[in-house]
């Protein structure tokens, strides 16, 4: 190579450049409404157990291969084996960033739509959720309104990767996650103090075990895969701009460590909410966009909440995109010698134009669908419900079986010789994850995502 290749700027960068793109909708819009359909305590309970047996061992797996490889999952696969084979998951991989980013950004495009609205005035009206559902309706029901903010999410997504990896993502990542944390510190404090608050902790806290039933532990497993940008490559490419004196492992428990504590937060500073209203915790997709609109139409100060709260959105969406971006960019920009503002230019133009028939599935395309999806929900459950858990398969079954021990416990000791000779169990406890226990449950995961099980 001519150029020298990017990296981070420091570890502390990385860090939240990485929890940046962990933590995103999945974090605040899919997790609470999960939780809250799964019966609340008991299900994040498992949801726990999900992202430490298999979010926190694959998660390292990725950054692992990145970090040793410094290239983008196709070129990771291919500096470290010959095999053809395992070029194409790298290249699935940068298939299902292509993918998830389109619609992705429809969903990101919708929160500033509601950042925006919330401005306007035309939020804080409600008195039920079933009128804030009609707002919404008209709202995604609005092909130039879900178009328009699509083609505005998108933009901010490829202005910022355009910049590159520091002064890009490292420097935006660093002005918006504390701007995020402190958002929703702001959010938890004023859903704990209002009145009636104590139900919505409860609702957290005491686990209701009749609830848990097969399908919620597959849910939760799935979860905890999509909430940790794993099985596609992101944490790869990410990982792949980090340096060898720093330690993946701790790297990658500050991660899941952000990642989770934010779902919680969120977690808190919705149901609180959610409970002191008397609405219903279980009301799916729309507990954000309908529930809690109605929410903040009877807080005192609702509207001030309600901003905040999108804001929170919108940012914890956009510092995902990028890195969605980034690892189809950083596939180009590596392997096919690109420079990244054509990349950017080019593939995100692509991956935009793919979004438009998902921003249209709301409105003038409802009515096209195959076996009863839309192109929307085809997308989405394409790359999320199969190409991801197969990537994280193949990523567990790489590092636990086909890239040799020895190798592994070369690369991955880089940085962290010390934490290997304070905890050496933690080798064969991270191995028998990556072995045996990732892989099953995944394959669990995958088979009922294709409905064999
Ligand atoms: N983790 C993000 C969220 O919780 C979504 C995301 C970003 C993602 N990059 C990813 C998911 C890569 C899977 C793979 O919203």
Redesign the pocket.
């Known amino acids: 190579m001519t150029q020298t290749r990017e990296s981070w700027g420091s570890k502390f960068g990385f860090i939240l450049a990485a929890a940046g793109?962990?933590?995103?909708?999945?974090?605040i819009w899919k997790f609470p409404y999960i939780a809250g359909e799964n019966g609340g305590a008991a299900f994040i309970f498992v949801y726990l157990i999900c992202i430490g047996i298999i979010g926190f061992p694959v998660l390292i797996a990725e950054v692992l291969i990145g970090r040793t490889t410094q290239r983008n999952p196709v070129g990771a696969f291919a500096a470290l084996t010959p095999s053809k084979m395992w070029l194409s998951v790298g290249f699935l991989g940068v298939l299902a960033g292509f993918m998830?980013l389109s619609f992705y950004s429809v969903i990101g495009g919708w929160t500033i739509g509601y950042v925006v609205e919330t401005l306007r005035g035309s939020l804080s009206n409600f008195h039920s959720p079933e009128e804030a559902g009609v707002l919404f309706g008209a709202l995604s029901g609005n092909a130039t309104w879900t178009l328009g903010y699509h083609t505005l999410f998108f933009g901010l997504t490829m202005f910022i990767v355009v910049r590159g990896v520091q002064g890009g993502i490292e420097k935006s990542s660093k002005i918006m996650m504390p701007i995020l944390l402190s958002i929703l510190v702001i959010l938890m404090i004023r859903g704990m103090t209002l009145p009636g608050a104590d139900k919505g902790l409860a609702f957290l806290l005491v686990p209701d075990w009749a609830k848990i039933n097969g399908q919620s532990i597959l849910i939760a497993l799935g979860h905890a895969f999509?909430?940790?940008?794993?099985?596609?490559g992101?944490m790869m490419t990410y990982g792949s701009y980090m340096s060898k004196k720093d330690s993946v492992i701790t790297a990658s428990a500050q991660i899941v460590f952000l990642d989770t504590i934010i779902a919680i937060m969120a977690g808190v500073a919705i149901f609180t909410a959610v409970f002191a209203s008397g609405l219903n915790p279980a009301a799916g997709p729309g507990l954000i966009f309908q529930t809690l609109p109605a929410v903040f139409s009877s807080m005192t100060g609702g509207v001030y909440f309600s901003f905040l709260f999108f804001l929170l959105l919108a940012i914890a969406a956009l510092t995902?995109a990028i890195?969605?971006l980034e690892v189809v960019v950083a596939y180009f920009v590596d392997e096919k010698g690109w420079n990244r503002k054509g990349a950017v230019l080019i593939f995100g133009g692509s991956i935009y134009l793919l979004g438009i028939p998902s921003a249209l599935s709301f409105n003038l395309m409802s009515d096209v669908t195959l076996f009863g999806k839309t192109f929307f929900d085809i997308v989405d459950f394409i790359a999320s419900n199969v190409l991801?858990p197969f990537g994280g398969l193949m990523i567990a079954i790489f590092v636990g079986w086909v890239w040799t021990r020895t190798s592994v416990m070369t690369a991955v000791k880089e940085g962290a010789e010390q934490l290997f000779e304070t905890y050496p169990w933690f080798e064969s406890v991270w191995f028998v994850f990556l072995r045996f226990v990732a892989p099953v449950l995944i394959t669990l995961v995958l088979l009922s995502s294709l409905g064999l099980v």
Do not use: E, H, R
């Open positions: 793109s962990a933590v995103g909708l999945g974090n998830i999509f909430t940790l940008s794993l099985g596609m992101a995902s890195s969605l991801l």
